[in-house]
């Protein structure tokens, strides 16, 4: 195996990774991430992740592992992506105040070539503090809110808003650890630490 790659763009995911000690590349991909028509918040991640996993895939040469992802976060069936302008960040932040949420995040991990080893869906709950409108308008100012789905970021300033969770924290901020680092071990591509078994 040449290695392991992210197909992202996202520089949460990254630092992710990056924590963990795992070496890595990063190719972000290139495709269209825009919902079909009455498309499920969890068809919609899965099928973007495993794009972006296929997208990047296709284009390496050699043994490659490519790990895609996709996040989005859910209210009513809805999904709240990432806000276009600081007038979709108010409104996704208005049907969040007060109330739970889903963040729903797909992995997908594809061998080169196209080769799809693994797909699995993790969702999160999340509660949010009932939020005052001067609350809003100050987090927007931040900027924080432009580059992330549902409009928040659990691990910034976002946090001031999280009365609870429920599930994976990574998941919330975009890669959930724990099952994709099971999975990489299972398949016999990251081996985190020497030893492996209980005869260390």
Known sequence: MD????????????????K?????????????????????PYSYVLRISTEKALSVSRSLSGNWIVIGADTTVTVDDEIL??????EEARVILNKLSGR?????????????KAEILHKQIVESKVKIKRLEPWEI???????????????????????????????????????PLSQLIDVLTKLGVLKLFSCQDEHC
């Open 3 to 18: 290695g392991i790659v992210l197909a992202s763009s996202s520089p949460r995911r990254r630092e992710l990774l990056e």
């Open 137 to 175: 308008e100050g987090y927007i100012k931040t900027g924080e809110p432009m580059d992330k789905a549902g409009a928040y970021g659990i691990q910034g300033i976002g946090a001031f808003m999280i009365e609870e969770i429920h599930g994976s924290y990574t998941n919330i901020v975009g890669l």
């Open 100 to 112: 739970e949420h889903t963040v729903i995040t797909a992995f997908c991990i594809v061998r080169s």
């Open 20 to 40: 963990l000690g795992i070496d890595f590349r990063v190719i972000p991909p290139q495709i269209d991430e825009t919902p079909f028509p009455d498309e499920t």
């Open 81 to 86: 992506g990432k806000p276009e302008d600081k």
